[in-house]
T-cell receptor
């Protein structure tokens, strides 16, 4: 069993929909990262969380340390949000990556 | 402030050769991590350096090695290249180990 599990693996939605991507982990962590990778390969760090909730524009990330679960939400989704979203946890100085969620937003 | 830079951006090698990739972190960042990305395996952690010391290493064979210099610049070396080493190699820097990582554009390596 992978130490970091993301769901869903693939997600296709219509423009404007509210998007939720989930990440569950089984190890002790000191932080959790959400990253975005566009088709060209560039990776952008969206959030680093160790507790609570963070918001940036239309993106919201939450983490529940007790339940070992994090969610990334996108409000009013737009085709430019189409990308792979990756959850990675920092455990014992090592970043452990989820497999990613491929998100496609259709106009 | 300049971002993470990686050189070269593209590289073609043949089996058996060796290759060295370079990463210059954001000014002030002391942690540099290396990742390999392939379509089949996704993004995999290679190793992390902090203040010239390797902090952690992923599950890669000894052909993959790295080092970090006193100015925080890092190099990654792959010896005896195999076809399966063809991948995008990404470098990321951060102030410290538990800080947000900032990624470079990557070096795309093709082994023929």
């Amino acid at each position: 069993k992978n130490e970091v599990e993301q769901s869903p693996q693939n997600l296709t939605a219509q423009e404007g929909e509210f998007i939720t991507i989930n990440c569950s982990y089984s190890v002790g962590i000191s932080a959790l990262h959400w990253l975005q990778q566009h088709p060209g390969g560039g990776i952008v760090s969206l959030f680093m969380l160790s507790s609570g909730k963070k918001k940036h524009g239309r993106l919201i990330a939450t983490i529940n340390i007790q339940e070992k679960h994090s969610s990334l939400h996108i409000t009013a989704s737009h085709p430019r949000d189409s990308a792979v979203y990756i959850c990675a946890v920092l455990s014992n100085y090592q970043l452990i990556w989820g497999a990613g969620t491929k998100l496609i937003i259709k106009p | 402030k300049a971002g993470v830079t990686q050189t070269p951006r593209y590289l073609i090698k043949t089996r058996g050769q060796q290759v060295t990739l370079s990463c210059s972190p954001i000014s002030g960042h002391r942690s540099v991590s290396w990742y390999q990305q392939t379509p089949g395996q996704g993004l995999q952690f290679l190793f992390e350096y902090f203040s010239e010391t390797q902090r952690n290493k992923g599950n890669f064979p000894g052909r993959f090695s790295g080092r970090q210099f006193s100015n925080s610049r890092s190099e990654m070396n792959v010896s005896t290249l195999e076809l399966g080493d063809s991948a995008l190699y990404l470098c990321a820097s951060s102030f410290g180990t538990s800080e947000t990582q900032y990624f470079g554009p990557g070096t795309r390596l093709l082994v023929l």
